[in-house]
């Protein structure tokens, strides 16, 4: 469950990012924000990852109130979120292998169990085979699905994709859209931003408009254009 | 029953810390072991900024090894402090004789040698070559001349002077003459160039962290973005920062083996021609290496500078990196 009350967020210099959002998430939910960019999609999924703070109103995610949440704790906090990002970010000087296993190594499991979890998580993907590779000699297509298997490998509550389908032609987006769906069916909780309006509309998830920091849509009706 | 319970607790909890201990133990192999296999990734750039470690400790070390060997020598000089007496010319060599026997019991005086006035006299003209001019003399111009040797306590120069005053003020003594003062000035000679040895030794070490921590900045800055996704995912600064602190280990470590070899092949290229040269002064003396504890605290020198350096700059520059 993740629940925004009166969520103000106004970075330094003065750009309000947020202004008085309310957005109600329940667990195992896919949900997409949409809305131009600078309207604030980012902005909201940073301060679910406690990567920025709130400046004003309440943030509550899986019953914490991130508030609360001290900087010596925000690691903890942050192993139960996968993220996927628009430019992959891949660590190009390791293994598929190794960027998989990453979150593994963070949260201290062994290393049997480590090569089991990376393996089927790459096997998710579909890139099993691929497991002893670089990921500069991966396509862009397949250096994203290395980062979904990363996202997913520690098996965390929550996804947040943002613009995870910039980069990828329409069929490679519907693919990777698909793949989300899949770990939402097992519980995961989804939240992807994207503007790619037609692909979202044809997922018939629940979709969300941020415009200027303001909640356009909500009550998971799909927005009408 | 619930003793019972209380005790499976407390293993559990026992349990439970032992765990946590074995993963510390593990993610601090782990970060090691990784943190050398990148230091040999890039054996080039990091073996020459090992290099410039190894240099700056080295010239200390050096200087330090230097003073040692000089100590080792001026050591067995101790033993030259002496006080030539003069006695009165109308001592007589049995009264001179007793009086020896009497300043030996002094305890500031650690042992007297009588020089009778006919032996010197002896020697002096075997020796000097104007035998012709002492035959003129119609009587031996030498007086009994007694050498003490002052009981050393560390060389202090006020208390040799305190007996020297008191010597003089004796009716049988003519006249006393302290000679060794050239010991005393380079025992204050020496004392200098170990303080000055310290100052360097300062002022390399600060070279040394700051190269350590300006390399380990580097190596944070080359590696932002893999910090930012340990962020992203969960890494706690510790584990973070774990890699960076142990390269800063190896840097000294490996800087710290760098200098003890240099040290080491300097000493073997000087070993030869000081050995000659003591040889010509008939001394046995033989350069001294730094020998196993010296060797120890010079590497244990080098990992405190490599972890100091590495820790300064990452507590410095870690905390301004946040993901994105």
């Known amino acids: 469950m993740i629940r925004f009350t009166n969520v103000y967020m106004t970075y330094p210099g003065g750009s309000e990012a947020l202004k008085n959002l309310n957005l109600h998430i329940d667990s195992g939910e896919m949900i997409y924000i949409t809305g131009r960019s600078g309207a604030g999609k980012s902005t909201l999924l940073k301060l679910i990852a406690l990567i920025d703070r709130a400046t004003r109103g309440q943030i509550i995610v899986n019953g914490q109130n991130l508030e609360r949440v001290r900087h010596n704790r925000i690691p903890y906090f942050r192993r139960q979120i996968g993220f996927i990002f628009q430019d992959h970010r891949l660590l190009y000087d390791r293994t598929v292998f190794d960027n998989v296993s990453l979150p593994l190594v963070i949260a201290g499991y062994r290393h049997k169990e480590i090569r089991k979890r990376a393996q089927a998580a790459l096997d998710k993907v579909g890139l099993l085979n691929k497991i002893n590779n670089y990921p500069m000699a991966l396509s862009s297509g397949e250096q994203q699905r290395v980062g979904v298997a990363r996202a997913v490998v520690h098996r965390p509550i929550y996804l947040l994709a943002d613009e995870p389908t910039g980069n990828l032609d329409p069929a490679l987006s519907w693919e990777t859209m698909k793949l989300f769906e899949q770990f939402n069916q097992v519980g995961v909780t989804v939240l992807i931003a994207s503007h790619d309006l037609d692909m979202i509309k044809r997922m018939k998830k629940r979709i969300i408009t941020l415009k200027k920091g303001r909640l356009l849509t909500h009550a998971g009706t799909p927005i009408k254009e | ?324």
Not at chain 2, 124 to 138: E, K, N, P, Q, V
Not at chain 2, 304 to 319: A, D, E, I, N, Q
């Open chain 2, 1 to 324: 029953m619930s003793a019972e319970k209380k005790t499976n607790n407390r293993a559990k909890k026992k349990r439970e810390l032992k765990g946590l201990f074995n993963m510390w133990l593990l993610n601090n192999a782990q970060a090691c072991i990784y943190s050398l296999g990148q230091y040999m990734r890039q054996p080039v750039n990091n073996l020459l900024m090992t290099a410039v470690i190894g240099i700056s400790l080295a010239l200390p070390a050096s200087f330090y090894v230097l003073l040692d060997n000089v100590r080792s020598v001026s050591a067995g000089w101790d033993g030259s402090l002496q006080i030539t007496l003069f006695l009165q010319n109308d001592i007589s060599d049995l009264d001179a004789l007793s009086f020896a026997k009497q300043l030996d019991a002094d305890p500031r005086i650690e042992s007297t040698n009588l020089i009778n006035r006919d032996d010197a006299l002896a020697e002096y003209r075997s020796l000097s070559g104007f035998a012709d001019a002492l035959d003129a003399l119609d009587e031996n111009p030498f007086p009994n001349v007694i050498i003490a040797h002052p009981k050393i306590t560390d060389g202090s120069q006020p208390e040799i002077d305190l007996l020297i005053v008191d010597l003089e003020a004796m009716p049988e003594i003519d006249n006393a003459q302290y000679d060794s003062q050239w010991i005393q000035r380079l025992f204050h000679l020496l004392d200098i160039i170990n303080r000055v040895v310290i100052i360097l030794s300062a002022m390399l070490a600060t070279a040394v962290l700051l190269i350590v921590g300006n390399t380990i900045r580097l190596a944070i800055h080359n590696r932002r973005s893999e910090i930012e996704i340990s962020k992203l995912f969960g890494g706690t600064d510790a584990f973070i920062q774990r890699p960076f602190l142990y390269s800063g280990f190896w840097y000294g470590v490996f800087g710290g083996l760098i200098a003890w070899l240099l040290i080491t092949i300097a000493l073997q290229i000087l070993d030869k021609p000081v050995r000659e040269l003591a040889n010509l002064y008939g001394s046995q003396f033989k350069l001294s290496g730094l020998g196993f504890k010296n060797s120890s605290i010079l590497l244990l020198i080098g990992v405190f500078l490599g972890l100091g350096g590495s820790w300064v700059s990452v507590k410095r520059h870690m905390r301004a990196i946040e993901p994105l």
